[in-house]
């Protein structure tokens, strides 16, 4: 079982009674996936969907995929 696993399989025995469907309903947090890969897949979304900075509502801040 790799760090993720642990980590995962850990947090299932820690929160108890559907607690962990945060953890279980991530997008594209699995075993299998690094989790290097993952937090830079959500970075990049974040990124690219939502901006960063105080004027993103008027445009600033996107960022685009190269």
Do not use: P
């Amino acid at each position: 079982m790799d760090g993720l696993g642990k980590i995962l399989k850990q947090a299932r025995e820690v929160l108890k009674n559907g607690s962990s469907r945060l953890i279980s309903e991530c997008e594209g947090l699995t075993a299998e996936k690094n989790l290097h890969e993952i937090a830079i897949s959500w970075l990049k979304k974040a990124l690219t969907q939502h901006g960063i900075g105080a004027k993103t509502a008027v445009g600033y801040g996107y960022f685009e995929k190269t």
